[in-house]
């Protein structure tokens, strides 16, 4: 029998810091405190592990309940979303790689959709009322479709969900859905991809709007120094004008084009270029 901290918490779903209490001939045993002793495979442990180590291990419960411990790191803990993978679709729903030795099980009443063998889907991971740790593409169940504690030009970090005909749906801060319409993108955005975005508008019923750009003053600013500096690195000229197709635009300044003819206009009124339909020039 171990002795245990009992007055210490172990997250099931998280990566948890916990002590090696001994040994058996095939496993190490971990102080869980509330959670009781927690098994870790000898296989799955670092060759230095030793009684009164400490291991940052994730938690989680086999078919049959019993907590055990790895020392692989997930691709989502409970509460986080990742894309994943399905590696085998059975009746019982479908089994993703999210990085340890048990497979994610996407029940078949968590799907929007049938998952399909070898797709990635963005899921959200979660404990299950049975204890169970289970994902789900539905993510509106888990996630904030309304804004809190966010305004207009909040700077937010972004992970693409899907694409739909208004745009791209995107999971904000880990914690939220917004979405960012099609006529602010021009780059290639897939499901799972990472980038940084803003809220762009927040509407009456608190659904939320994305950019992909800060508007404002300081961004208009940024970017015609922008122009200017490449005007200047090219000999004073570009055929990048407001004619030019949006995605010429965005791939040389990562913004619209109804901001680069915005800051065409500043600097034209500034006098500081020439503008033609061919080519712009400085002055």
């Known amino acids: 029998m171990w002795s245990l901290n009992l007055t210490s918490n172990t997250h099931v779903g998280e990566i948890n810091t916990l002590e090696v209490l001994g040994e058996t001939d095939d496993s190490f045993v971990l102080d869980g405190g509330n959670k009781g002793e927690i098994v870790l495979?000898?296989?799955?442990?670092?060759?230095?592990?030793?009684?009164?180590?400490?291991?940052?291990?994730?938690?989680?419960?086999?078919?049959?309940?019993?907590?055990?411990?790895?020392?692989?790191?997930?691709?989502?803990?409970?509460?986080?979303?990742?894309?994943?993978?399905?590696?085998?679709?059975?009746?019982?729903?479908?089994?993703?790689?999210?990085?340890?030795?048990?497979?994610?099980?996407?029940?078949?009443?968590?799907?929007?959709?049938?998952?399909e063998e070898g797709k990635s889907y963005v899921v959200y991971v979660l404990i299950d009322p049975q204890g169970r740790i289970i994902g789900a593409t539905k993510l509106h169940r888990y996630l904030d479709e309304r804004a809190k504690n966010m305004a207009p030009g909040d700077e937010v970090d972004l992970l693409i969900?899907?694409?739909?005909?208004?745009?791209?749906?995107?999971?904000?801060?880990?914690?939220?859905?917004?979405?960012?319409?099609?006529?602010?993108?021009?780059?290639?955005?897939?499901?799972?991809?990472?980038?940084?975005?803003?809220?762009?508008?927040?509407?009456?019923?608190r659904k939320i709007d994305l950019g992909?750009?800060?508007?404002?003053?300081?961004?208009?600013?940024?970017?015609?120094e922008r122009i200017l500096a490449h005007l200047a690195a090219g000999d004073g000229s570009s055929t990048l004008t407001d004619y030019s197709a949006p995605e010429d635009i965005y791939k040389q300044y990562g913004v619209s084009k109804g901001d680069y003819k915005k800051a065409l206009g500043a600097l034209y009124k500034e006098r500081k270029i020439e503008v033609s339909k061919t080519k712009i020039m400085l002055l």
């Not at 745009?167 to 940084?196: C, M």
């Not at 800060?214 to 015609?224: A, D, P, Q, W």
Request: charged letters at 25%; glycine letters at 10%.
């Open 161 to 205: 969900v899907g694409k739909s005909e208004l745009g791209y749906k995107a999971v904000i801060n880990g914690t939220h859905l917004g979405l960012l319409f099609k006529s602010e993108v021009f780059q290639d955005l897939r499901p799972g991809d990472k980038t940084i975005g803003f809220i762009k508008t927040v509407r009456e019923d």
């Open 41 to 115: 495979s000898k296989t799955r442990a670092p060759e230095s592990c030793a009684t009164g180590q400490k291991l940052d291990v994730f938690v989680y419960p086999e078919n049959d309940g019993q907590l055990v411990a790895t020392c692989n790191t997930p691709k989502a803990e409970a509460g986080q979303c990742a894309l994943l993978k399905v590696v085998n679709v059975t009746s019982a729903g479908a089994f993703l790689d999210w990085g340890i030795q048990k497979d994610l099980l996407v029940p078949l009443s968590q799907q929007i959709t049938p998952m």
């Open 212 to 224: 992909l750009r800060r508007r404002g003053k300081k961004s208009r600013e940024e970017l015609t």
